[in-house]
C-alpha cells in the first residue's frame, strides 16, 4: 500500500542503532496497536451481540431501557435529587447527593446492604476525593432486562429514598433488603 518501504522520516533506529523502516512503524501501529489478535470468542460475541441488534426486539428493549431510567430520573428530582444532566435521554443518571448531606460512598455502601446495587461516582466540581465522590450512578439495563417497567422503576427509588434518608439506620436497610428480594422473586435472573 505505501509503495517503496524507507527509512523512518523521525529517525527512529532499533536497540542495535539500525534505522527503523517506515513499513514496521505502520505494522506496529496496526497490530498489536489497534487490531489485536482475531480472537475467536471476540468474533463470536460480536456476531451475537450483532445478531441480537438485528431483532425487532432489541429496538423496544432499548426504547424500555430510555423510559426506565426517565420514570427513575423523574421520581428522584420529584424527592428533591439533584440529577446532573436535569433529567436522562439514555440509560443512566448521575446524581449528585451533596443536597442530601451523603457521600457516595455512604450512599453506595448502605444501597449495597439493602440489596440495591449502584456505584459511587464523581460528579461536575466535586468536593470529595475519588474514594469517597459526592455523588451516584444508576442504570437501566439490568433491571429492565429482568422485566421491569417504569413504575417497577419508580418502586426502586421509593427504597433507594427511604435508605439513603437513613442510611445509618440498620432497621430500615434491613427492612428495604426484605422488601427488595421479595419483589426480585417475580423478575428472576434466569428464565427456567
Not at 158 to 176: F, G, K, Q
Given at each position: 500500500?505505501?509503495?517503496?518501504?524507507?527509512?523512518?522520516?523521525?529517525?527512529?533506529?532499533t536497540k542495535k542503532g539500525n534505522?527503523?523502516?517506515?513499513?514496521?512503524?505502520?505494522?506496529?501501529?496496526?497490530?498489536?496497536?489497534?487490531?489485536?489478535?482475531?480472537?475467536?470468542?471476540?468474533?463470536?460475541?460480536?456476531?451475537?451481540?450483532?445478531?441480537?441488534?438485528?431483532?425487532?426486539?432489541?429496538?423496544?428493549?432499548?426504547?424500555?431501557?430510555?423510559?426506565?431510567?426517565?420514570?427513575?430520573?423523574?421520581?428522584?428530582?420529584?424527592?428533591?435529587?439533584?440529577?446532573?444532566?436535569?433529567?436522562?435521554?439514555?440509560?443512566?443518571?448521575?446524581?449528585?447527593?451533596?443536597?442530601?448531606?451523603?457521600?457516595?460512598?455512604?450512599?453506595?455502601?448502605?444501597?449495597?446492604?439493602?440489596?440495591?446495587?449502584?456505584?459511587?461516582?464523581?460528579?461536575?466540581?466535586?468536593?470529595?476525593?475519588?474514594?469517597?465522590?459526592?455523588g451516584i450512578r444508576i442504570g437501566?439495563?439490568?433491571?429492565?432486562?429482568?422485566?421491569?417497567?417504569?413504575?417497577?422503576?419508580?418502586?426502586?427509588?421509593?427504597?433507594?429514598?427511604?435508605?439513603?434518608?437513613?442510611?445509618?439506620?440498620?432497621?430500615?436497610?434491613?427492612?428495604?433488603?426484605?422488601?427488595?428480594?421479595?419483589?426480585?422473586?417475580?423478575?428472576?435472573?434466569?428464565?427456567?
Amino acid at each position: 500500500m505505501m509503495g517503496n518501504n524507507f527509512d523512518n522520516p523521525w529517525g527512529r533506529k532499533t536497540k542495535k542503532g539500525n534505522p527503523i523502516k517506515m513499513s514496521a512503524i505502520l505494522n506496529s501501529g496496526v497490530f498489536p496497536g489497534m487490531q489485536g489478535g482475531p480472537l475467536e470468542h471476540v468474533i463470536a460475541a460480536k456476531a451475537v451481540a450483532f445478531g441480537e441488534a438485528l431483532q425487532p426486539s432489541f429496538k423496544s428493549y432499548g426504547e424500555q431501557v430510555i423510559k426506565n431510567a426517565q420514570a427513575m430520573s423523574d421520581s428522584l428530582m420529584a424527592k428533591g435529587y439533584d440529577i446532573i444532566s436535569g433529567g436522562t435521554d439514555n440509560h443512566l443518571m448521575l446524581i449528585d447527593l451533596r443536597n442530601k448531606g451523603i457521600t457516595g460512598k455512604e450512599a453506595e455502601k448502605a444501597l449495597v446492604e439493602a440489596d440495591i446495587t449502584v456505584n459511587k461516582n464523581m460528579v461536575p466540581f466535586d468536593t470529595q476525593s475519588p474514594f469517597i465522590t459526592s455523588g451516584i450512578r444508576i442504570g437501566t439495563a439490568a433491571v429492565t432486562t429482568r422485566g421491569f417497567k417504569e413504575d417497577d422503576c419508580r418502586k426502586i427509588i421509593d427504597w433507594m429514598d427511604r435508605v439513603l434518608a437513613e442510611h445509618t439506620n440498620e432497621s430500615v436497610i434491613a427492612a428495604v433488603r426484605k422488601e427488595v428480594n421479595a419483589y426480585m422473586e417475580d423478575f428472576p435472573l434466569y428464565a427456567a
